[in-house]
């Protein structure tokens, strides 16, 4: 199959990611644990900071995607955005791990404003990078394995985030190895200014009236994407584990040492990375609805498994982590692939290419399961008695085990079954649709 991108061009679409991402994941995985043991903020009151923040971008982030829709400059539909937020996004990155050292009260009020900033600046950025592989190609496959060079390139910066940041914390402490992350990858998204071609162009009757009541109305009669965003929700959204594993890590296992938390983390992305390279090759045997649901229903097993097993060999722990860790991810991984298949079915059907609206959906989606994930694990860590930086209880312990290795267990299985029942949107479908509107 020939290709219309060119490699330098996926390789520049999958550089922005690999920087995005460092940026992305050092929030994902140690903020909380810098809200928590540096800022000295409770865990309850960080779940209560990340709900209110996501509170905010149900509000926030569709009028940012019908921005993004109604906005069409002279360099691009979505160039212009990423080029711009190329600089914003490390530097308000830094700006979280910043401590400014005002007391219980000041850092939590500078936390809350920081972390609603940030998440603004991001969705200025996400919603652009994964809408520009949509005008990339009018080839859907292609479209697949444009964003598939994106997810390896999130897998690399994920793997790297966690080998190397809490090492290089112990070294030289957080705000100073948070900078020379953001700067890195600030370097390291500035090719695709130079590289990246849209190709698709929007007409101006494909977004025009891209009110805000035109676009919850989009969305609203958007079947497949009401029902995929159900699943996404409820499977992300209750794994604890994500946010859990710091915790695990440095009180089960560590006993208050930061020893297993890089161990840890690399175990968990290394599968992720090998499932991500097969991905246009799986979707294209099997699609991804059988992927969600396959994968989410292992990697629940896996999971079960492992709160039956407990955590007394860290060797069984470490397998247990690799095994469950690639499954687990994977409607992640499948997340831009099925926006892509959204954009298709709202412009078959409603004549109205809204990438802005679909992808602006997708970013609050990441932002809110994540916030979820967090919020519920801050507040049950609250509840079950967790103190930062101390010895903990016997219960405590065991509570943290079940956010890793239980909790996940159920949103899983419910996730699956949703889409199992009611999911029915197919690969040949979307590409039948493309070439009717093309």
Excluded at 35 to 60: E, P
Excluded at 94 to 113: E, M, V
Excluded at 321 to 329: E, G, H, N
Excluded at 387 to 407: C, K, M
């Amino acid at each position: 199959m020939k290709l219309e991108s060119s490699r330098t061009e996926r390789a520049s679409y999958g550089a922005f990611f690999l920087g995005q991402n460092i940026l992305f994941m050092l929030v994902f995985q140690f903020l909380n644990l810098y809200y928590t043991d540096v800022l000295g903020i409770g865990a309850a009151a960080v779940g209560i900071l990340l709900l209110v923040a996501r509170t905010w971008d149900a509000v926030n982030d569709p009028i940012l995607g019908s921005i993004v829709d109604r906005c069409d400059f002279k360099g691009g539909k979505f160039l212009p955005w990423i080029k711009g937020v190329n600089f914003i996004l490390p530097l308000s990155t830094i700006a979280l791990f910043f401590n400014p050292n005002w007391g219980p009260d000041g850092n939590l009020l500078y936390a809350y404003a920081s972390y609603i900033l940030w998440g603004m600046i991001y969705t200025l950025c996400d919603v652009p990078i994964f809408a520009l592989s949509s005008v990339m190609t009018k080839n859907s496959h292609e479209r697949v394995i444009i964003l598939t060079w994106g997810r390896l390139a999130a897998l690399i910066a994920g793997i790297t985030v966690a080998a190397a940041t809490m090492p290089l914390i112990s070294l030289y402490g957080w705000t100073e190895t948070v900078t020379v992350l953001c700067i890195i990858a600030m370097l390291i998204m500035i090719p695709i200014r130079y590289f990246a071609v849209e190709r698709i162009k929007s007409t101006k009757k494909s977004h025009s009236d891209v009110s805000l009541k035109a676009s919850w109305n989009y969305l609203k009669n958007h079947q497949p994407m009401k029902i995929f965003y159900i699943a996404i929700l409820i499977s992300t959204g209750t794994n604890t584990a994500a946010i859990a594993t710091n915790y695990f890590a440095i009180y089960n296992l560590g006993n208050g040492e930061t020893t297993w938390v890089a161990p840890l983390m690399v175990a968990a992305m290394l599968p992720v990375f090998i499932l991500a390279a097969l991905t246009p090759l799986l979707i294209k045997h099997f699609g991804k609805k059988n992927l969600y649901i396959w994968g989410t229903l292992i990697g629940s097993g896996f999971s079960l498994l492992q709160y039956f097993i407990g955590y007394e060999s860290i060797v069984v722990v470490i397998i247990l982590q690799i095994l469950k860790s690639a499954p687990v991810f994977l409607p992640l991984l499948l997340l831009g692939m099925f926006s892509t298949d959204f954009v298709e079915y709202g412009n078959y059907h409603n004549k109205k290419r809204l990438e802005g609206t679909v992808f602006s959906l997708q970013t609050f989606a990441t932002k809110l399961t994540q916030a979820l994930a967090a919020g519920i694990c801050g507040i049950l860590l609250g509840w079950i008695g967790y103190v930062a930086n101390t010895e903990q209880t016997p219960e405590v312990l065991h509570g943290i085990f079940v956010l890793y290795s239980l909790v996940p267990v159920f949103g899983g299985v419910l996730s699956a079954w949703i889409m199992y029942k009611f999911y029915h949107l197919k690969e040949s479908r979307v590409q039948e649709m493309i070439n009717t509107t093309q």
